[in-house]
Nanobody, 122 residues
Framework: VQLQASGGGLVQAGGSLRLSCAAS????????MGWFRQAPGKEREFVSL????????YYAAAVKGRFTISRDNAKNTVYLQMNSLKPEDTAVYYC????????????????WGQGTQVTVSS
């Protein structure tokens, strides 16, 4: 499956952004989807995941209560609504697809998008 992430940009602290990840090539509804991020000089870290049906959702502690993941299987797209953004949210955000099951571990994912830059200014 090919994944195309978009929606990143520059925003002030306290602002909001909505990331999108459009999938093509395979049956999107067969895949659990995750969002990860990587800040400069840091390892890639888990942000959120949603099961293939959308029934199960999980967030990293750092974003819980501020970020919302959702998916539209009819549009082959997963979203990440990010509110109350903080400078420490600055990173490249990646979407990923896993056939076997959602996970907080990046090596559980089979396909990755190219990433979209999110920069939060203070």
């Amino acid at each position: 499956v090919q994944l195309q992430a978009s929606g990143g940009g520059l925003v002030q602290a306290g602002g909001s952004l909505r990331l999108s990840c459009a999938a093509s090539g395979r049956t999107f509804s067969n895949y659990h989807m995750g969002w990860f991020r990587q800040a400069p000089g840091k390892e890639r870290e888990f942000v959120s995941l949603i099961s293939k049906s959308g029934a199960d959702i999980y967030y990293a502690a750092a974003v819980k209560g501020r970020f919302t993941i959702s998916r539209d299987n009819a549009k082959n797209t997963v979203y990440l609504q990010m509110n109350s953004l903080k400078p420490e949210d600055t990173a490249v955000y990646y979407c990923a697809a896993a056939l076997a099951g959602g996970s907080t571990r990046s090596n559980a994912y089979d396909y990755w998008g190219q990433g979209t830059q999110v920069t939060v200014s203070s």
